[in-house]
């Protein structure tokens, strides 16, 4: 099962919440979900804030949608993300707290312009 799903039917959560939570459309979860799509980093952080992960869990499910995304690989940031945490030899805490902190960098970035 697509780890997303999985955690959001953990949560007990729809499409549809979960959609509304992350700020995207219900078919973005679907295609997440179908494995026809990786989120980008900004996705992947909401999606994490959305179904109330920890750091771990955020980098562990970046870790598992890697796993399971062939082709999608070279299309999202997910992909720069692993490898540059398997690189620095991080742990899924680690690479958790590095999506959230990259996320928040660029929003704060955005606000002073």
């Known amino acids: 099962m697509n780890p997303v799903k999985a ?8 499409q549809d919440e979960v959609a509304e939570r992350v700020g995207v459309l219900q078919g973005a979860i ?11 980093l900004r996705m992947l ?3 994490s ?11 562990k499910l970046a870790r ?3 796993a399971e995304s062939g082709s999608l690989k ?4 997910i992909t720069v993300l692993v490898g540059l945490s398997d690189a620095l030899g991080l742990d899924d805490d680690q690479a958790g707290r590095m999506v ?11 606000e002073k312009t």
């Open 7 to 14: 955690l959001r039917i953990a949560a007990g959560l729809s």
């Open 30 to 40: 679907s295609k997440i979900e179908m494995g026809h799509r990786l989120p980008s």
């Open 45 to 47: 952080a909401n999606l």
């Open 49 to 59: 804030d959305a179904l109330m992960l920890t750091d771990a869990q955020a980098g």
């Open 64 to 66: 598992a949608l890697m």
């Open 74 to 77: 070279a299309e999202s940031g």
């Open 100 to 110: 959230r902190s990259l996320i928040n960098t660029k929003k704060r970035t955005q």
